[in-house]
């Protein structure tokens, strides 16, 4: 069982930076792919970008390449989302996942554990 917790979301200004953090707990992180996905209301869960278990592999949406990267830190089970250059249309709520293999892809069925999720809003 896995069990992640995001932190770090809020308001923010257009241009402005956030960044996201994710706690797993459970045996098998550092052997898992992981990803931040986010969704707005009406809408379904998007990929926003994603590590693989090696933590070299990264994979980003189009809409958020040059302003978003990800990392991992094995020893503290911690991922993270560097979200620069913020838009209004980046504001969602945010989810962590883990995956089900140290690859792990852009569509949502490649995860088998899900945060909560963390509010990000981009605004005025």
């Known amino acids: 069982q896995v069990q992640l917790v995001e932190s770090g979301g809020g308001l923010v200004q257009p241009g402005g930076t956030l960044r996201l953090s994710c706690a797993a707990s459970?045996?098998?992180?550092?052997?898992?792919?992981m990803g931040w996905f986010r969704q707005t209301p009406g809408k379904e869960r998007e990929f926003v970008a994603s590590i693989f278990a090696n933590g070299f592999d990264r994979e980003f949406a189009e809409s958020v390449k040059g302003r978003f990267t990800i990392s991992r830190d094995n020893a503290k089970r911690t991922i993270y989302l560097q979200m620069n250059s913020l838009k209004p249309e980046d504001t969602a709520v945010y989810y962590c996942?883990?995956?089900?293999?140290?690859?792990?892809?852009?569509?949502?069925?490649?995860?088998?554990?899900w945060g909560q999720g963390t509010q990000v809003t981009v605004s005025s």
């Open positions: 996942a883990a995956g089900r293999y140290g690859i792990v892809r852009q569509t949502p069925g490649d995860y088998n554990y």
């Open positions: 459970g045996r098998t992180f550092s052997s898992s792919g």
